[in-house]
Nanobody, 129 residues
């Protein structure tokens, strides 16, 4: 059974940093893509960043490029999202999800629930002064 559990959310001032982690189990992290998604109140879900199974491919939405870094540790079965220079518009619930359809060298955040079948419960991020 594929499972994902997020941790690391919290409240931070604008310009601050947070590191989210996603602990995965039930599948091989080196074979499938994992993505981070977020949803703010009243907004649609948005793809943030993803990393391919073999780690060779990462993709991020334009609004976080240069600020967020996705990485993973296949030994610890964890995927991380380092978020720097946070802005109020980064506020939302952040979810990690696994794509069981991906090849090891592919990931996309252009499609969320239509492709990523396994989701964590989410962790809240609030950026406010």
């Amino acid at each position: 059974q594929w499972q994902l559990v997020e941790a690391g959310g919290g409240m931070v001032q604008p310009g601050g940093s947070l590191r989210l982690s996603c602990a995965v189990s039930g599948f091989r992290l080196d074979q499938y893509a994992v993505g981070w998604f977020r949803q703010a109140p009243g907004n649609e879900q948005e793809g943030v960043s993803c990393i391919s199974g073999d780690g060779s491919i990462t993709n991020s939405v334009r609004s976080v490029k240069g600020r967020f870094i996705i990485s993973k540790d296949n030994v610890k079965n964890r995927v991380y999202l380092q978020m720097n220079s946070l802005k109020p518009e980064d506020t939302g619930v952040y979810y990690c999800a696994a794509d069981p359809y991906s090849s090891p060298d592919f990931c996309t955040v252009a499609v969320g629930k239509g492709r990523y079948d396994y989701w964590g419960q989410g962790t809240q991020v609030a950026v406010s002064s």
